[in-house]
């Protein structure tokens, strides 16, 4: 019996795009939303123009290197198991085989962009009353992003990232147009929501970002948007219709969206200040809403906290302030949003949200800001050079409030610390506590007293590029 390894074909640069291109129209394929533009977008971009263009770019950069007979065998091949096309590649180091960078004059570039965020996570304290609360401990894939992102010729961008932690779920899908100050936004995006929503999770304080993100339904939705940079401010609008797994069917819902931001310097600290508006008519098939939030943990199905459904809706209306400043090593920021639903017949309820945190780096780093939200710490002495990395300790109080017009959906208070580790760019590890308290909660999870509190304990492990 041959005991030998399975062994795959060498491929050339093109011919790896082009199996990637298979892999990529059998996902659409099998995708429930069907995305055909973005299928015809990767089919463009691995076609063979591109691929020439693109193998021609790591040929440029290997030119700058020093040249070897087994360096050059690493950056021309690789290695591809064709009984299977969905296993992974493997071959020549990443940065060579991987990541292609920008041809000189050409303005076709490429680059993958991930993240893998794993949370493990304890709930207890919860009252013995509640019989379903799933408290103890529990754990979850949070986040499982890959896709490409990029540029073309004549200002053109693009990007597509997929997430696979629970299915495949399209979260950006889009291209772009850049002239100057003015960038334009077509497909699936962010709809300007806020400060710490606009913002990478990959660079968020906690484990899970202020209760109200998810409870007020934020998400990307597809639409037209423009960004346009005016001194100190930053301007954001666009009109969108839903997120792409909910279109179709009917689903006529529309929305107009918009933020402004001004960012300046006072005494070597920056001051950032933002509001934001968003107006969204429900259309013809959604006739009732509803807002809830598990306990700040995210791999539970518990939410104390519940308005259920919210007959008679026809409109959203919400607005959004924001203020923080970076001072060296210390942070502040704080959020607020109210919501208010428009209803038929009955009285028209305004839900608050909003949290206030304080941060501080015990070593020389401090957070990053850019482009009107925030960036992943620069580690100034990474332990790949012998330091101790970037240790950050955060503090937030943040509030949820979805009672108003005879709908006790019950408050929630939460009390929070946590403690960051970045050993070297993109990868850190987060230690988070929250004690959270809950009012006007009866029965809102079966068995629930009006009054009381729980413990959350989170550990997040998380790498990105």
Known sequence: MNSEPKRGKHLGFEEILLSHNRIFIRICMKSQTYPILICLLNVIFTSKPFAMATQAAVGAQN????????????????????EDELEPVTGASASDQVILDEKPNSGWSVKPRGRALYDFNELSSVPSSITNAQDGGSSEARRLRFGLQGTAPGGFGYKVIADYADDVIFTDAFVSFKEGDLTLTLGQHNTFQGLEELSSSNDTSFTERAAYTDAFGFERRVGLSATYKLHDFLLEGGVFTDNIDDIGGGNNSFSVDGRVSYATT???????LGSSVHIRDLGDEID???????????????????????VGASDETSFGLEAAIIAGRFHLVGETHWLNVTRTAYADPTFFGGSIEAGF????????????????VKV?????????????????????????AGIVGGTQDAYMASLIWTPVNDVRLILNYGHLS?????????????NFSVNVLGIRGQIGF
Not at 381 to 392: C, R
């Open 63 to 82: 030119s700058e290197r020093k040249a070897t007979p087994e360096t050059l065998k690493q950056q021309n091949t690789q290695t591809v198991d064709l």
């Open 266 to 272: 006072v005494h070597d600290a920056l001051i950032h």
């Open 288 to 310: 009732s809403v509803r807002y809830r939030q598990r306990p700040h943990i995210h791999s539970v199905d518990t939410r104390f906290i519940n308005t259920e459904e919210i």
């Open 361 to 376: 780096f015990i070593t020389q780093d401090k957070r990053e800001y850019e482009g009107g939200v925030f960036k992943g």
């Open 380 to 404: 100034n002495q990474p332990v790949s050079n012998g330091g101790l990395g970037a240790w950050q300790v955060n503090f937030r109080f943040d509030r949820l409030d979805l009672v108003d």
């Open 438 to 450: 809950y009012s006007d909660a009866l029965d809102i999870e079966q068995g629930a007293p009006d």
